[in-house]
């Protein structure tokens, strides 16, 4: 049971959690049994070669890129940093604990090691010119995005994994020992807490905290559920299932929602590692349709469309309002995909090779392609801008060509 509480009253005792690292593999293999003594052996999907696109279009064109380096970075940890980007202003993290913020032009303002790994970042908030960072430590920072100036360091009982949510004067972070915090703004401080119920096994990763409205933050967790918590104290209004699992194990049982649910248009969508994709109208609170399809990466969303990219690296498109399969891909199969994003009227979707693929949203067909360097595990999309950073270091921004 979930329950909301005051900082004051937090228990200091620490839960234990085994996780599973980068146990996303297991949905992308098919295990053999070989012989009685050698016991099982797993089978490797190679990834699917890319085919030339006949009549390529110009989608994006480069506006920055620079190599932050990947220092402490290892393959074998699926955790992704994201690049701070809000009206032009940049602020990027790496792994090594470096951050570094740019102006509009591309042009170095400043750059400070924080002493600790990053695992957590960039959150950016232009009104108050405050970037967030989380450590592996559990150590929450925040920094004056102009100048670099640390302004408040606050200590978790866990590691933060994903970005934090700045809104209406807290900092909204969701921790790997199953608590969720609101933090000041100002000045760090523990506002509120929320406890969340923290499986035996899950999936290393988890979803970034989002707004369900102006006063409500939604958070999804590794027990497979949603929680709609009021912002500013913390308080429980709803929580809801997306994933169940099913099995005799505890690795088969497991159903994390990694990835972050959307809120668009009164509905809302999410998805599940155990393989549920639920769409729920927020008005009658009633859900729409469930459908079967597993990812840990978020969806996206147009007018009509909502779509997910799965585990074994389909990219399928679903009618929004009933769930009806509109198209799927497999021209990406097993290339270990990012979340999917709307960027103009395009579907962008990066891949372990640094390819960032682009969709006609009508047809399902890839009508263009970028690339930068090294494995990409997440897109970011402000406006008429791409935002990614590759597990290698190198971030880049495309704007949409005209």
């Not at 890319?50 to 220092?71: H, M, R, W």
């Amino acid at each position: 049971m979930t329950q909301s509480i005051r900082s004051s009253k937090i228990s200091k005792a620490k839960t234990i959690k085994s996780t599973v690292m980068h146990v996303a593999v297991l949905a992308v293999m098919s295990t053999a049994v070989i012989g009685c003594n050698r016991g099982i052996k797993p089978v490797v999907n190679d990834p699917v070669k890319l085919v030339q696109i006949a009549e390529p279009i110009s989608v994006l064109q480069p506006v920055f890129s620079t190599d932050i380096g990947n220092k402490k970075a290892s393959k074998k940890d699926p955790l992704d940093l994201q690049v701070g980007y809000v009206n032009g202003q940049i602020v990027t993290a790496s792994r090594g604990g470096d951050l570094t913020g740019f102006n509009s032009a591309g042009e170095r303002l400043w750059s400070i090691n924080v002493g600790d790994q990053i695992t957590g970042g960039v959150a950016l908030d232009a009104l108050s010119q405050t970037a967030i960072i989380s450590t592996r430590g559990g150590q929450v920072m925040a920094f004056d995005s102009v100048t670099g100036a640390k302004r408040w360091q606050k200590q978790l009982s866990g590691s933060v994994l994903t970005p934090a949510l700045i809104t209406n004067n807290r900092v909204i972070l969701s921790a790997n020992d199953g608590f969720l915090h609101g933090l000041s703004l100002q000045t760090g401080q523990s506002v509120w807490q929320f406890a969340t119920q923290v499986p035996a096994i899950s999936v290393r990763g988890s979803a970034a905290p989002t707004l369900l409205d102006s006063k409500t933050a939604l958070l999804a967790t590794a027990d497979g559920r949603l929680h709609a918590v009021t912002t500013d104290s913390g308080l429980p209004q709803w929580s809801r299932r997306v994933g169940v699992g099913t099995g005799s194990s505890e690795v088969e049982r497991m159903s994390d929602v990694d990835g972050t649910p959307i809120v668009d248009k009164n509905q809302l969508f999410a998805i599940s590692y155990s393989g549920q994709l639920l769409g729920i109208d927020l008005a009658s609170r009633q859900v729409m349709f469930v459908n079967e399809l597993a990812s840990l990466k978020s969806l996206a969303v147009n007018n009509q469309q909502v779509i997910g990219t799965s585990l074994e690296g389909k990219v399928v498109a679903y009618n929004r309002s009933n769930g009806e399969v509109l198209w799927e891909s497999e021209e990406l199969a097993y290339r270990h995909l990012t979340n999917p994003v709307m960027i103009g009227n395009y579907i962008a979707v990066g891949d372990f090779d640094g390819m960032v693929h682009l969709f006609d949203p009508a047809s399902g067909k890839i009508v263009s392609r970028v690339q930068t360097k090294g494995a990409l595990s997440s897109l970011q999309v402000q406006g008429s801008r791409l935002m990614t950073q590759s597990t290698s270091g190198q971030v880049a921004i495309w704007q949409l060509a005209r």
